[in-house]
C-alpha cells in the first residue's frame, strides 16, 4: 500500500526452474528476467508516454497561478507537463523496485503467487483466465492491454479483481514516491502535481534517552523481565516494571530511527516504520493494514488520537472480566497514562483558536451540516507546532508528539531497562515445574524459561539471542503476538481467533480550492453521530468519521481505483492537491483470525469486511457524500471502482448505485490502522487466551500486555484503551510475581564495554563477557 523501495543486495541466486541466464539480479534472483520484463509491461500500460495525447489538452492543464504568470514561469510550467505526460513507468524502473520490495518484505509464498500470476500475465491460452483474451497480455496493443486492466478492477470475477489490487496500487505508489539512486532528492513527478519536496531533517539537540544493547555474536542473556514489542503495550509495560524494580530487557524487531533521522519521504520512512514497508495486507489483499514496526511501534507513526474507552464498550466487556475493566480501575489508569503522554485539546479547539488543516475543517463544515456534533480530538503532544505538522504518518521529527519512544522508553531506560533492536523473536521457552512451587504462584505445570530470538544487522548477519527469564511479556500487537504463540506450540485453540481491523473507507471530495491532505495536524476533528451504540442490545456497531493523513504515494494507491488509462489517470493526479478524504472507521463485529503462513514464521491474517459491518458503515458514507456535495465538492466518491463519482447532479444516483451494488472484496479499497483482539482477555479457557491479570492460561509467567487482549474492537481510535489495559496488567504482574527482598542485586565485579552516543547507550554483550544484564538475579532457581 505505500510506496517503498528499501534498498536490496544484488547477490545473484538461481531457483531450480530459473536459467542462469534469465534472473533478475537487483531482485536477489528471486524473480527471472522474464518475470521482470512481464512487470515492466505491466507498469508501462499504467502509466505509458502520454505526450501525443496531452498536446490539445496541455495548456488548460497549467495550474491555475501560472496561466497568467510571465512568459518565462509558463514555459518552465508547460515543459514540467511535456515530461510528465511523455514519463513511462519503466522511465523510473517502476517493475524493478516493485519486484525488490516485494523480495524484502514478502513471505515465500507471497512470493509465489506473484510469481504465478506474473506467468498469467505472459502466457498464451492460460492468462485468459485473468485478461478475457487469448493472446498474452504482454503482446497485446497498448490501447487492448489498458482495456484489460479496468475490466479486470471491476470484474464480476474475485480472481480477476484481485490480481488488479495485486500490482496497481502499489504501482502506483511507486511511479509518484521513487527517488531514484543517482543524488536525487525528489521524485520527478512532483512538481507536476503540486507534492513539496520534505526539508531535510533538522538536527536537535539531543537523541532520545534510551539504552541499547548491542549484539556483535551469538549471545546469551538473563533478566527479570524480557517485554517482546516496544509499542503502546510494550512501553508503559517495561516502564512500571523497571520503576519497580525489575531487571528488563525490551525486543524489539524493528529499528530505532532518531528524530534526527526521519526524512519524511515515504519511498524512504515506510521500509523502515512500517510492516512490509506499508505493502501489508489481508490474506485475500482486500483490506490494506498499515501497522508500526519500528521502536514505539505504532506510536511512532500514528496521528497523535487520544480518545478514551466509552463507558458503553467497558461495560459490555466487564461482563467477561469485570475486575480489569472496573470502571474505576481502568479510568484511573487511563487518567495516568493520559497524563504522561500530555493528552490534551489545546491544539485542537473548535472555537476558532484550534489548528486545523484544511481537510479537518472540510470535515467540520460537512458535520455542521449533517447536525453532526463535531468534537476536538486530544491529542499526545507537547509543546506541538502546527504549522510544521503533517508528517506524523513517518515520525516526528520535534518529539512534540508523545509516542512510547519519547516517554515510556525513556522512563525505562531511566531505571535501568535495555532494549535490543533488529530482533525477531521467534520462540517463548517454558520448563515445567512441580505442584505447589513458588515459582508458579501455586499451580505447577509449564511456566516461561525464556525467549529465543535473532537479531538482525544492517549488513545482512543473523545472530541468535537466548534470554532466560523470569517472566515474560508479549506486546508485539494484534498480528505478531498470536503468531509467536503459535510458533512458540503454546496450546490454546483461542490463539489468533477474533481478530478485529477497525475497517476503513475513505470518502474522497474534489475541492476548487487546494487542500493538501499531506499538510497539517491530520486528525483533530470526530464524529460519533453513526455509531450505533445501544445499552444491552449486542449491537454496538457503526462508524465513526475522521479525516487521514495521505500523502502523495498512499493517495495515489487509493486512487488507483480511478485508473481508467494513463493519460486521464495522469490527469486526475494533477488534481491531488484539490482532493479532502475523510474516514469511516467501523466497530467491526465480525472478526478474522491470526494464522501461521506456510513458512511457520510469518502472520496470515484471514480477515475479509462482512456483509453486516458494510451496511453498518453505510450511513456514514451515505451522509459524508451528500454533505461534501453541498459544502461545494465538485464530485464525491468512495474508492469503488467501476463507478463515475457523483456531482451535484448524481450524487442520489451515485448511492443508489453503490448500496445496490453492496460490498464486494478487491472491488472498494478498505484500509486498517487498528488491530485488536486476536489473544483476547477473558474468564475462562474456552473462551480465551489469557486471563483477568493478562496472564496465559497456559504458560505461567507469560503475560499479554497489547491489543490483543482487547475482548473486541474499541470503536475509537485505540491507543489510549491499549496503553490502559497493559498499565493494568503491568501492575498486576509486580502483584503476581513480586521482587523478593535481595541486598546487592546488582553488585559485580565484571566489567562492560559500554559507548555512549549521544544521550543514548550501548551496551556490547557477548557469551564470553559477562555483563549486568547477564548476572542478572537468578531468582527462582
Known amino acids: 500500500m505505500s510506496t517503498s523501495t528499501p534498498t536490496s543486495n544484488t547477490t545473484t541466486t538461481t531457483t531450480s526452474n530459473s536459467n542462469k541466464n534469465d534472473v533478475h539480479t537487483e531482485s536477489n534472483g528471486i524473480f527471472t528476467l522474464t518475470e521482470y520484463k512481464t512487470l515492466t509491461v505491466i507498469c508501462d500500460t499504467l502509466f505509458s508516454d502520454d505526450s501525443e495525447i496531452a498536446l490539445n489538452e496541455i495548456e488548460n492543464l497549467l495550474p491555475k497561478n501560472s496561466k497568467n504568470s510571465d512568459e518565462n514561469h509558463k514555459e518552465h510550467q508547460l515543459n514540467i507537463l511535456k515530461e510528465y505526460f511523455k514519463r513511462k513507468s519503466s522511465d523510473l524502473d517502476v517493475a524493478g523496485h516493485f519486484l525488490k520490495l516485494i523480495v524484502a518484505t514478502k513471505s515465500s509464498s507471497q512470493i509465489s503467487d506473484l510469481k504465478t500470476l506474473l506467468g498469467l500475465f505472459s502466457t498464451t491460452g492460460a492468462g485468459i483466465i485473468l ?13 487492448s492491454r489498458q482495456q484489460v486492466l479496468t475490466m479486470m478492477k471491476s470484474s464480476s470475477n474475485p480472481i480477476r479483481r484481485q490480481a488488479f489490487k495485486a500490482i496497481v496500487p502499489l504501482a502506483i505508489s511507486i511511479y509518484y514516491s521513487v527517488i531514484g539512486d ?52 510494550g512501553g508503559v509495560t517495561a516502564a512500571l516494571l523497571a520503576e519497580a524494580g525489575y531487571k528488563v530487557i525490551v525486543l524489539e524487531k524493528g529499528s530505532y530511527i532518531s ?38 511501534g505504532g506510536t511512532t507513526v ?35 497514562v493520559s497524563s504522561r503522554l500530555n493528552v490534551n485539546t489545546i491544539d485542537t479547539a473548535l472555537d476558532g483558536t484550534g489548528a486545523h488543516n484544511r481537510n479537518n475543517k472540510l470535515l467540520e463544515q460537512a458535520l455542521r451540516e449533517l447536525d453532526a456534533d463535531p468534537q476536538p480530538i486530544p491529542r499526545n503532544t507537547k509543546n506541538c507546532d502546527t504549522t510544521q505538522c503533517g508528517n506524523c504518518s513517518m515520525g516526528c521529527r520535534s518529539k512534540s508528539k508523545q509516542s512510547s519512544m519519547v516517554t515510556y522508553l525513556e522512563d525505562c531506560c531511566s531505571k535501568g531497562g535495555q532494549i535490543i533492536t533488529n530482533c525477531q523473536a521467534e520462540e517463548i521457552t517454558t520448563t515445567t515445574i512441580p505442584t505447589n512451587s513458588t515459582t508458579t504462584n501455586g499451580g505447577g505445570g509449564q511456566t516461561v524459561h525464556g525467549v529465543i530470538a535473532y537479531v538482525s544487522t544492517p549488513d545482512g548477519l543473523k545472530y541468535r539471542v537466548f534470554i532466560k527469564s523470569h517472566i515474560v511479556v508479549c506486546s508485539a500487537g494484534a498480528l505478531h503476538t498470536p503468531t509467536l504463540l503459535l510458533k512458540s506450540r503454546i496450546k490454546n485453540s483461542n490463539i489468533g481467533n477474533n481478530l478485529y481491523l477497525h475497517p476503513v473507507v475513505p470518502i474522497i471530495g474534489e475541492h476548487t480550492q487546494p487542500v493538501e491532505v499531506w499538510k497539517g495536524p ?149 484500509l486498517s490502522a487498528h488491530q485488536m483482539g486476536s489473544c483476547r482477555m477473558g474468564s475462562s479457557k474456552s473462551n480465551s487466551v489469557v486471563n483477568e491479570n493478562g496472564e496465559s492460561w497456559d504458560v505461567k509467567r507469560l503475560f499479554i500486555a497489547d491489543g490483543s487482549v482487547l475482548p473486541s474492537s474499541v470503536g ?62 537468578e531468582r527462582d532457581n
Open 716 to 777: 475509537v481510535n485505540p491507543m489510549i484503551t491499549i496503553y490502559a489495559i497493559s498499565h493494568i496488567i503491568a501492575n498486576q504482574i509486580i502483584q503476581l510475581y513480586p521482587l523478593p527482598n535481595t541486598n546487592n542485586l546488582n553488585s559485580n565485579n565484571n566489567t562492560t564495554t559500554t559507548t555512549n552516543i549521544g544521550s543514548s547507550t550501548t551496551i556490547t554483550a557477548n557469551l564470553n563477557n559477562d555483563s549486568p544484564t547477564q548476572i542478572a538475579y
Open 522 to 670: 491530520p486528525m483533530t476533528v470526530i464524529s460519533k453521530k453513526y455509531q450505533k451504540i445501544l445499552p444491552n442490545s449486542g449491537k454496538n456497531t457503526g462508524s465513526i468519521l475522521e479525516t487521514p493523513n495521505s500523502h502523495i504515494a498512499l493517495s495515489g494507491s487509493n486512487c488507483a481505483f480511478m485508473w481508467d488509462d494513463s493519460f486521464n489517470f495522469k490527469k486526475r493526479m494533477l488534481k491531488a492537491r484539490y482532493y479532502s478524504g475523510f474516514i469511516s472507521i467501523c466497530r467491526d463485529t465480525v472478526p478474522g483470525k491470526i494464522r501461521l503462513d506456510k513458512d511457520g514464521r510469518s502472520p496470515k491474517i484471514q480477515y475479509t469486511l462482512s456483509d453486516r459491518d458494510w451496511k453498518s458503515m453505510l450511513p456514514s458514507i451515505e451522509a459524508s457524500l451528500r454533505a461534501l456535495i453541498k459544502i461545494g465538492a465538485i464530485e464525491a466518491s468512495i474508492p469503488i471502482s467501476g463507478f463515475k463519482p457523483g456531482n451535484q447532479d448524481t450524487i442520489e444516483q451515485y448511492i443508489k448505485a453503490i448500496k445496490s451494488n453492496g460490498y464486494k472484496s478487491n472491488q472498494t479499497v478498505i
Open 259 to 296: 528524530s534526527n533521522n526521519m526524512t519524511w519521504k515515504e519511498s524512504e520512512a515506510f521500509p523502515l516504520l512500517y510492516e512490509q514497508a506499508g505493502t501489508l495486507t489481508s490474506d485475500d489483499l482486500s483490506v490494506n493494514i498499515l501497522a508500526g514496526n519500528c521502536l514505539g
Open 131 to 143: 485478461t478475457g483474451q487469448f493472446s498474452s497480455f504482454v503482446n497485446l496493443p497498448l490501447k
Open 182 to 233: 543517482r543524488g536525487e532528492t525528489s521524485n520527478p513527478n512532483w512538481d507536476a502535481v503540486g507534492y513539496d519536496t520534505p526539508p531535510p531533517p533538522e538536527q536537535i539537540p539531543g537523541e532520545e534517552k534510551l539504552s541499547f544493547i548491542k549484539i556483535t555474536s551469538e549471545t546469551s542473556l538473563k533478566a527479570d523481565v524480557v517485554v517482546i514489542g516496544s509499542g503502546a503495550g
Open 302 to 336: 500514528n496521528w497523535t488520537a487520544s480518545i478514551r474507552t466509552p463507558d458503553i464498550i467497558l461495560e459490555e466487556w466487564r461482563k467477561q472480566c469485570p475486575n480489569a475493566f472496573d470502571s474505576i480501575k481502568f479510568n484511573n489508569a487511563m487518567d495516568s
